[in-house]
């Protein structure tokens, strides 16, 4: 029996952000490439460092300036042809944030996390130029830092890498097996030269086994695995953020020294995915090494007994070598939980971050084995409370069609917007100022009104038809809101990298969640005290919140989701009682939230639709429930968009072309639709030709049969990052434009 430790991945931004800091001040020009390299490595020491004195036996090499897909990318020399003038840094860098007239790589969401990727740009017949030399210089580093015994390179697969490729010319898609194929003399090469350099293993990372396709991926595996097996340097075929399902009867048989499962799955799902079951059922092969994802990496709670329980397990299998390591990349959580100071004490006992995960993984690996635990009775369990929500509780009192009378009637073409307006300088000093105590409550509150009666005249000027308050009091749309509920936790130190320098500090959601007040209902006053137009009130739903939160692990998401729901109903009784008509509820996360794996989209669209309605249908008939959806590729979910029962659908919808208004139209969608008629994300002021044209199509594609009073006109998103220069013209030009067809001209 042999039981060691290995990490499959590490926070690579530096325990106090350092990698950050030094990127930033690199990109303004601050500090030379040497500095921002210098801090680099520094933070990858250390991480290596802390990971080899907690004990762990195979240490994978983590550690990027920007993206791990990204630098694959590089190493292999697969930088699109447009980028052939760079090289080196500049190159790099150049992927990952575009330069004047060249633009970067598009970026897309790293399987089912909140993690963004450099997408590589493909053909069938690629042909990688590659350059290992920074890559070696990392792993020499690792070497020398903790002992060539321990340091093991961390490579994405050729598989994944092909598997979240895009076609670099859009006409013509390239072939999968073909660029594999392509891109494996460069992968042998890679491996020799590390064989050379007397690594132990090499980590082949392919997350792409865990999605619903695996089970077609069998042939393609095969003959890159069987080629990749001839260099002779062991291979840990490493898979994560689900289990394998259907490819792991064949997956397990691939000729690679040792297999790294997944035990756990998506965060506070019901513990643990099939990965247990799968072995149970297929058994594990006595020639290879299990890597055994038992310490949850998606959770920033410590995972108890349960690691050390589930390894005994697996020796009582019979399974007889294995790796005790994270579930997945510990990437995915903040550093160091012994940072967070303020939290309440009973909170940070029971907190592990990627530093302590380290350490659970270590003493798990230890642990010695106890006798006659079965494999899936060793997962810990998960309180799911029957729901006890009465089922009238999730219905509104009348259908659309007769509720719709009742609520504000408006104009052809009635124009709004999304929510946020300009997050002004102004507005964040007076914000700090405050935090710091050099502002008193009533003068923050004073910042606050006068940015609201500013925005509500602009408003009032352009003509626009529902008003917003603007949110200035809101930095973040799920922070405003967990700080006010019960429940929640905040860190002071609890990054995670979103993207390169872009790091995020989601809360935790560590007991029952529930309101103690109203939360939006007095700026919603305000803003209504000072015109006669409706004024939205605008919160942000409860998966959204959930999603982008960490929840708790004793409490199924789904119950979670209607903690979540029952708190935010309140808060929508309170806003139509203080004579809110018009209430908007953010739901920008539900599509981000689906699994993974297709077979289980149904369940979790089932909850969290029930979770959005819950909150929602307290509304009375006259008042008018708006939900927005940001990205609009929902077209494969449209029964569950139904299903929200939302009177009006507000999408992104101006850089997509038409088809998610034709899937709409075709789908017979029949409540108020608004399709965003520009793109937020640009400083540029549209044309009042150019959102005519975009409203035209509301009616070509034959949206709500051209019924104009349901067709709202609308940015594509809220529009907290934009100037008010850009906003207020951009503004009066849609308005324009919905006047202009109006009156039919
Ligand atoms: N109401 C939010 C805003 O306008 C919506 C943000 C979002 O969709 N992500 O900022
Ligand atoms: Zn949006």
Redesign the pocket.
Known sequence: MTIISSTIGFPRIGEKREVKKALESYWKKAIPLEELLAVNNEAEKIAWKLQADAGINLVGLDGTLYDQVLDTIFYLGLAPARFSSLSGYEQYFAMARGVPGIEALDMSKFFDTNYHYLVPELTSSVSPKPDFSILFDKIKRGQDTIGKDKAVPIIIGPNTLVGLAKPADASTPFDHDGAIKALLPAYTQLLQELKGMGVPEAQLHEPILATTDAAKLKAEFTSSYGELSKVGLPINLVTYYDDIGDAYEWAVKLPVQAISLDFLGVPGSALGNETAALIEKHGFPSDKRLGAGVVDGRSVFADGEFPGKLIAALQDKGIKDISVQSSVSLQHLPYNAELETALPKELQSRLAFAKQKVAEIAAAAKASPSKGVSLTSALPPVNDPKEQIEEKLFNRSQEFKTRREAQIQTVEFPTTT???FPQTAELRRARLQFKKGQLSEQEYEKVINEYIKYSNDEQERIGLDVFVHG?PERTD?VEYFGVKLEGFAFTENGWVQSYGSRYVRPPIIYGDVSRTGPITVKEFKYAQSLTEKPVKG?LTGPVTILNWSFPRKDLSRSAQAYQLALALREEVDDLQKAGCRVI?V?E?ALREGLPLKRARWESYLSWAVRAFRLSTVVADPSTQIVT?L?YSEFADILPAIDGLDADVLTIENSRSGDEMLRALAKYGYSRDIGAGVYDVHSPVVPPVDFIEKKIKTFLDVGLLSGNKKLLWVNPD????TREWSQVLPSLENMVAAAKKLRNGS
């Open positions: 999304i929510g946020s949110e749309m605008m908007q953010d920008p927005h940001c998103c809220g529009l907290k």
